[in-house]
């Protein structure tokens, strides 16, 4: 079992920056997949990014180039690196472990809101 705890969000103008940080309460070494998810108002949960053991890592086509993911294993910690925000990147992000391909867990999401 693994807790996971964002933060980083908050209100920002479209252009700016934010990171976001998600920390896991074991060791994220051995984990399979850590990624961030987003969800806006009426819409479904969908991947922003993940990074894989080995350092493979996976991007939605609406953040290539703007967005970034890493790892920190020293720290339990993953980040969400997020430049040129677009008002579309207003949402719920979500940090997410997925372990030995069966178990997943959530954290409690933190709120991005990018508006003028």
């Known amino acids: 079992q693994v807790q996971l705890v964002e933060s980083g969000g908050g209100l920002v103008q479209p252009g700016e920056s934010l990171r976001l940080s998600c920390t896991a309460s074991r060791s994220i070494f051995s984990i399979n997949v850590m990624g961030w998810y987003r969800q806006a108002p009426g819409k479904e949960r969908e991947l922003v990014a993940d990074s894989r053991v080995g350092g493979s890592t996976n991007y939605a086509d609406s953040v290539k180039g703007r967005f970034t993911i890493s790892r920190d294993n020293k720290a339990n910690t993953v980040y969400l690196q997020m430049n040129s925000l677009k008002p579309e990147d207003t949402a719920v992000y979500y940090c997410?472990?997925?372990?030995?391909?069966?178990?997943?867990?959530w954290g409690q999401g933190t709120q991005v809101s990018v508006f003028s």
């Open positions: 997410n472990a997925f372990i030995n391909n069966i178990l997943n867990y």
